[in-house]
């Protein structure tokens, strides 16, 4: 344990340094001084206050570096999570999409966010969207409460009616829906989505379908009957799925 006059002497260091954090017109002194006092705070674990205020900073660069520190400070997450919450209607895109991240890394006490996070699933900015469906599937692996409703057949009609980047995110849709609705029709669009000419929507739909095999492991045989009679593409992406599923690869 730090001696007394060690902890003395953090105070006074701490106290330069969180003005610095707080005030400096130079943001590159003000992540300095951030740097800076996580070091500190492994001396003074108490010492995490300056954290908590600097996670609803304005600054973009400010708000995000605590958000991805914040696992360092051994911060409590009661603690963190006011100030986590108000990022996620942070103006810069990429603090919402940390702040989303950060919330789900929280543990239990993260499932009272859920409803905040769900409302980034509509944001403009696909990669926030995307940190959402995966913040909120860690919160909450059954998709119960984060699809909002939104059922796998909703999934697939949006697979069918969009393209790019809502692709994608129906495919993450349906990774976690997939198995409740139409199940014949929904792996049918999967596997046709693996001979996609964009590789991240191929790799999407490999994923759902890594997802859905677990829960409906008589799929196995259609997706060997594609291996066999697909095109060449849709045969190496099934490859990738049964080396990379458990169960699957021998």
């Not at 006074?12 to 610095?20: C, N």
């Not at 304005?58 to 603690?79: F, H, K, T, W």
């Not at 259609?222 to 099934?238: F, K």
């Amino acid at each position: 344990m730090a001696s007394g006059a060690v902890l003395a002497a953090c105070d006074v260091k701490s106290t330069r340094l969180e003005l610095i954090a707080r005030f400096d017109p130079d943001p590159a002194d003000r992540m300095a001084a951030i740097q800076a006092l996580v070091r500190l705070s492994r001396q003074k674990p108490s010492s995490y206050g300056i954290f908590v205020e600097l996670l609803a900073d304005p600054s973009r660069e400010v708000a995000a570096e605590v958000a991805q520190i914040r696992p360092l400070l051994g911060m409590p997450p009661v603690s963190a999570l006011p100030g986590l919450s108000l990022l996620l209607n942070h103006w810069h895109p990429d603090v919402r999409a940390t702040a989303a991240l950060a919330i789900s890394d929280l543990g239990a006490v993260a499932t009272e966010y859920q409803a905040e996070i769900a409302g980034l699933l509509d944001d403009y900015e696909p990669s926030v969207r995307e940190a959402a469906h995966l913040a909120l599937k860690k919160i909450a692996p059954d998709g119960e409460v984060w699809y909002r409703g939104r059922g796998a057949t909703d999934w697939l009609k949006r697979l069918g009616a969009t393209d790019g980047d809502d692709r994608l995110e129906a495919l993450l849709g349906l990774a976690v829906t997939g198995d409740t609705g139409p199940v014949d029709d929904i792996f049918g669009a999967l596997l046709k989505e693996l001979g996609s000419d964009d590789e991240r929507v191929r790799y999407r739909a490999a994923w759902a379908i890594m997802d859905i095999i677990p829960r409906r492991p008589a799929l196995i045989t259609e997706l060997r009957a594609m291996e066999a009679h697909g095109s060449a593409t849709q045969a190496g992406m099934i490859r990738y799925i049964v080396h990379w599923t458990p169960g699957l690869n021998p």
